[in-house]
Protein backbone atom coordinates (compact mmCIF):
# COMPACT_ATOMS: atom_id res chain seq x y z
CA UNK A 1 0.00 0.00 0.00
CA UNK A 2 1.79 3.31 -0.92
CA UNK A 3 1.16 6.46 -2.20
CA UNK A 4 2.82 9.68 -3.45
CA UNK A 5 -0.11 12.27 -2.43
CA UNK A 6 -0.22 13.57 1.19
CA UNK A 7 -1.77 11.39 3.48
CA UNK A 8 -4.90 12.36 4.45
CA UNK A 9 -7.52 10.82 6.83
CA UNK A 10 -9.49 10.23 3.49
CA UNK A 11 -6.92 8.84 1.41
CA UNK A 12 -5.81 6.98 4.13
CA UNK A 13 -9.82 5.26 4.47
CA UNK A 14 -9.49 4.60 0.50
CA UNK A 15 -5.67 2.78 1.36
CA UNK A 16 -7.28 0.46 3.48
CA UNK A 17 -10.20 -0.21 0.91
CA UNK A 18 -8.04 -0.75 -1.90
CA UNK A 19 -5.82 -2.86 0.45
CA UNK A 20 -8.65 -5.13 1.50
CA UNK A 21 -10.08 -5.39 -2.15
CA UNK A 22 -6.61 -6.42 -3.45
CA UNK A 23 -4.59 -9.91 -3.39
CA UNK A 24 -1.90 -8.27 -2.08
CA UNK A 25 -1.21 -9.73 2.09
CA UNK A 26 -1.46 -6.62 4.76
CA UNK A 27 -0.12 -6.23 7.89
CA UNK A 28 -2.13 -4.96 10.83
CA UNK A 29 -0.22 -3.68 13.94
CA UNK A 30 -2.55 -2.63 17.27
CA UNK A 31 -0.59 -1.39 19.82
CA UNK A 32 -1.35 0.18 22.71
CA UNK A 33 -1.57 -0.23 26.87
CA UNK A 34 -3.26 -2.97 28.72
CA UNK A 35 -6.97 -2.09 27.39
CA UNK A 36 -5.58 -3.42 24.20
CA UNK A 37 -3.52 -5.95 25.24
CA UNK A 38 -6.36 -7.29 26.60
CA UNK A 39 -5.68 -9.26 29.58
CA UNK A 40 -7.28 -10.21 32.62
CA UNK A 41 -10.71 -7.81 32.62
CA UNK A 42 -11.84 -9.71 29.80
CA UNK A 43 -12.62 -12.88 31.88
CA UNK A 44 -11.22 -15.16 29.19
CA UNK A 45 -13.30 -13.49 26.58
CA UNK A 46 -11.70 -12.01 23.31
CA UNK A 47 -10.34 -8.58 23.18
CA UNK A 48 -11.09 -6.23 20.51
CA UNK A 49 -7.81 -6.99 18.54
CA UNK A 50 -8.38 -10.51 18.64
CA UNK A 51 -11.92 -9.57 17.06
CA UNK A 52 -10.44 -7.59 14.44
CA UNK A 53 -7.76 -10.89 13.74
CA UNK A 54 -11.13 -12.60 13.25
CA UNK A 55 -12.94 -10.52 10.98
CA UNK A 56 -9.86 -9.81 8.77
CA UNK A 57 -8.38 -13.43 8.39
CA UNK A 58 -11.49 -15.11 9.17
CA UNK A 59 -14.70 -13.57 7.65
CA UNK A 60 -12.66 -11.52 5.13
CA UNK A 61 -10.54 -14.75 4.07
CA UNK A 62 -7.80 -12.69 4.12
CA UNK A 63 -5.24 -15.58 5.27
CA UNK A 64 -2.76 -14.16 4.49
CA UNK A 65 -2.80 -10.85 6.30
CA UNK A 66 -1.12 -11.16 9.23
CA UNK A 67 -2.62 -9.00 13.05
CA UNK A 68 0.27 -8.12 15.41
CA UNK A 69 -0.95 -6.62 19.14
CA UNK A 70 1.71 -4.95 20.80
CA UNK A 71 0.15 -3.36 23.30
CA UNK A 72 1.81 -3.80 27.04
CA UNK A 73 0.03 -3.49 30.27
CA UNK A 74 0.80 -0.33 31.93
CA UNK A 75 2.49 1.35 29.15
CA UNK A 76 2.27 4.85 28.04
CA UNK A 77 2.58 6.86 24.76
CA UNK A 78 6.09 7.72 25.75
CA UNK A 79 7.00 3.97 26.37
CA UNK A 80 6.19 2.52 22.74
CA UNK A 81 8.06 5.47 21.04
CA UNK A 82 11.07 4.49 22.79
CA UNK A 83 10.69 0.96 21.86
CA UNK A 84 9.10 1.79 17.98
CA UNK A 85 11.08 -0.31 16.49
CA UNK A 86 10.00 -3.99 18.28
CA UNK A 87 6.15 -2.34 18.66
CA UNK A 88 5.95 -1.28 15.13
CA UNK A 89 8.16 -0.63 12.59
CA UNK A 90 10.18 -4.11 12.28
CA UNK A 91 6.67 -5.87 11.27
CA UNK A 92 6.94 -3.56 8.46
CA UNK A 93 3.40 -2.85 8.33
CA UNK A 94 0.36 -1.38 6.27
CA UNK A 95 -1.69 -0.03 8.98
CA UNK A 96 -1.21 0.80 12.74
CA UNK A 97 -3.78 1.84 15.28
CA UNK A 98 -3.09 3.11 18.50
CA UNK A 99 -5.22 3.10 21.79
CA UNK A 100 -3.17 4.91 24.21
CA UNK A 101 -3.60 7.20 27.53
CA UNK A 102 -5.49 5.45 29.84
CA UNK A 103 -2.09 5.57 31.84
CA UNK A 104 -0.67 9.04 30.65
CA UNK A 105 -3.12 10.60 31.94
CA UNK A 106 -2.65 9.27 35.07
CA UNK A 107 -1.82 11.36 38.56
CA UNK A 108 -1.28 8.61 40.66
CA UNK A 109 1.60 6.34 40.69
CA UNK A 110 5.60 7.05 40.97
CA UNK A 111 5.72 7.87 37.04
CA UNK A 112 5.54 11.70 36.16
CA UNK A 113 2.53 13.57 35.71
CA UNK A 114 2.08 14.51 31.97
CA UNK A 115 -0.04 17.61 30.58
CA UNK A 116 -2.01 17.23 27.91
CA UNK A 117 -0.27 19.20 25.67
CA UNK A 118 3.10 16.76 26.29
CA UNK A 119 0.87 13.86 25.49
CA UNK A 120 -0.35 14.93 22.18
CA UNK A 121 3.06 16.25 21.00
CA UNK A 122 4.08 12.40 21.62
CA UNK A 123 1.15 11.47 19.64
CA UNK A 124 2.32 13.42 16.41
CA UNK A 125 5.60 11.89 16.61
CA UNK A 126 3.45 8.88 16.57
CA UNK A 127 1.74 9.71 13.78
CA UNK A 128 4.71 11.08 11.81
CA UNK A 129 6.75 8.08 12.31
CA UNK A 130 4.14 5.77 11.03
CA UNK A 131 3.48 7.35 8.13
CA UNK A 132 7.20 7.53 7.32
CA UNK A 133 6.90 3.76 7.46
CA UNK A 134 4.41 4.00 4.36
CA UNK A 135 1.76 2.94 6.60
CA UNK A 136 -1.35 3.92 7.87
CA UNK A 137 -1.87 5.36 11.21
CA UNK A 138 -5.26 4.88 13.15
CA UNK A 139 -5.77 6.99 15.84
CA UNK A 140 -8.41 5.60 19.00
CA UNK A 141 -9.85 7.96 21.92
CA UNK A 142 -9.18 5.78 25.56
CA UNK A 143 -12.49 4.58 26.97
CA UNK A 144 -14.61 6.54 29.73
CA UNK A 145 -13.45 5.82 33.35
CA UNK A 146 -15.30 5.82 36.36
CA UNK A 147 -13.84 8.33 38.18
CA UNK A 148 -15.42 8.12 41.34
CA UNK A 149 -13.41 5.04 41.82
CA UNK A 150 -10.44 5.88 39.87
CA UNK A 151 -9.62 9.84 40.87
CA UNK A 152 -6.72 9.57 39.72
CA UNK A 153 -7.45 8.85 36.14
CA UNK A 154 -10.29 12.63 36.12
CA UNK A 155 -8.69 13.62 33.16
CA UNK A 156 -9.52 10.87 30.81
CA UNK A 157 -11.69 13.66 29.25
CA UNK A 158 -9.11 16.26 28.50
CA UNK A 159 -6.57 13.36 26.85
CA UNK A 160 -9.68 12.23 24.24
CA UNK A 161 -9.95 15.97 23.20
CA UNK A 162 -6.24 15.36 22.74
CA UNK A 163 -6.88 12.59 20.31
CA UNK A 164 -9.52 14.58 18.61
CA UNK A 165 -7.02 17.56 18.39
CA UNK A 166 -3.88 15.77 16.97
CA UNK A 167 -6.75 13.47 14.53
CA UNK A 168 -8.05 16.58 13.32
CA UNK A 169 -4.77 18.54 13.00
CA UNK A 170 -2.53 15.89 11.35
CA UNK A 171 -5.54 14.32 9.77
CA UNK A 172 -5.32 11.20 10.63
CA UNK A 173 -8.16 8.53 10.79
CA UNK A 174 -10.02 8.83 14.28
CA UNK A 175 -11.93 5.97 16.34
CA UNK A 176 -13.30 7.98 19.30
CA UNK A 177 -14.19 5.29 21.43
CA UNK A 178 -14.89 7.44 24.22
CA UNK A 179 -17.86 9.10 22.87
CA UNK A 180 -18.64 5.75 21.46
CA UNK A 181 -18.79 4.17 24.94
CA UNK A 182 -20.23 7.05 26.24
CA UNK A 183 -22.94 6.67 24.23
CA UNK A 184 -23.73 3.53 24.95
CA UNK A 185 -23.86 4.59 28.47
CA UNK A 186 -26.20 6.79 27.67
CA UNK A 187 -24.34 9.73 28.32
CA UNK A 188 -22.32 8.37 31.51
CA UNK A 189 -20.17 5.35 31.88
CA UNK A 190 -21.25 2.23 30.67
CA UNK A 191 -21.84 -0.29 33.72
CA UNK A 192 -22.28 -3.00 31.52
CA UNK A 193 -19.42 -3.23 29.71
CA UNK A 194 -16.53 -2.28 32.15
CA UNK A 195 -14.55 -4.81 33.61
CA UNK A 196 -12.92 -2.37 36.41
CA UNK A 197 -13.42 1.42 36.60
CA UNK A 198 -10.97 2.01 33.49
CA UNK A 199 -10.54 -1.61 31.81
CA UNK A 200 -13.29 -2.51 29.42
CA UNK A 201 -14.71 -5.94 29.94
CA UNK A 202 -15.86 -8.69 26.94
CA UNK A 203 -18.62 -6.72 26.28
CA UNK A 204 -17.00 -3.40 25.90
CA UNK A 205 -13.97 -5.05 23.56
CA UNK A 206 -16.89 -6.01 21.73
CA UNK A 207 -18.19 -2.68 21.38
CA UNK A 208 -14.59 -1.33 20.44
CA UNK A 209 -14.04 -3.64 17.95
CA UNK A 210 -17.75 -3.39 16.82
CA UNK A 211 -16.46 0.91 16.00
CA UNK A 212 -13.21 -0.09 14.81
CA UNK A 213 -14.59 -2.25 12.06
CA UNK A 214 -17.14 0.28 11.15
CA UNK A 215 -14.66 3.43 11.19
CA UNK A 216 -12.47 1.05 9.24
CA UNK A 217 -14.69 -0.90 6.77
CA UNK A 218 -14.57 -3.71 7.80
CA UNK A 219 -17.62 -5.56 6.68
CA UNK A 220 -17.71 -9.30 5.36
CA UNK A 221 -20.01 -10.28 3.07
CA UNK A 222 -23.33 -11.37 4.53
CA UNK A 223 -23.45 -14.67 3.94
CA UNK A 224 -20.08 -14.74 5.74
CA UNK A 225 -20.97 -12.47 8.16
CA UNK A 226 -21.05 -14.39 11.78
CA UNK A 227 -18.94 -12.39 14.19
CA UNK A 228 -20.38 -8.84 13.32
CA UNK A 229 -24.20 -9.79 14.89
CA UNK A 230 -22.73 -12.16 17.24
CA UNK A 231 -20.73 -8.64 19.03
CA UNK A 232 -23.70 -6.44 18.59
CA UNK A 233 -25.97 -9.20 20.56
CA UNK A 234 -23.08 -8.91 23.48
CA UNK A 235 -23.17 -5.49 23.00
CA UNK A 236 -27.15 -5.14 23.24
CA UNK A 237 -27.72 -7.75 26.53
CA UNK A 238 -24.40 -6.28 28.68
CA UNK A 239 -26.35 -2.49 27.87
CA UNK A 240 -29.19 -3.57 29.92
CA UNK A 241 -26.88 -2.78 32.75
CA UNK A 242 -25.67 0.69 31.94
Request: proline share 7%; charged share 20%; aromatic share 4%.
Amino acid sequence: MSDTAAPTAASDLARIADGLAGADPLTWVITGDSITHGLVFTQGGRSYAEHLHELIRGELERVRDIVINSAISGHRIVDILGDFDRRVSSWRPDVVTLMIGTNDLSTGGPQPIISPDDYAASLRTFVARVRELGAVPVLQTPPPIDVANAPERARVAEFADAVRTVAADDDVILVDQFAHLVDLGAGGVPWGLMGDPFHPNAAGHAAMALELARVLGIRPRAERSRTLPLLEAKVGAARIYS
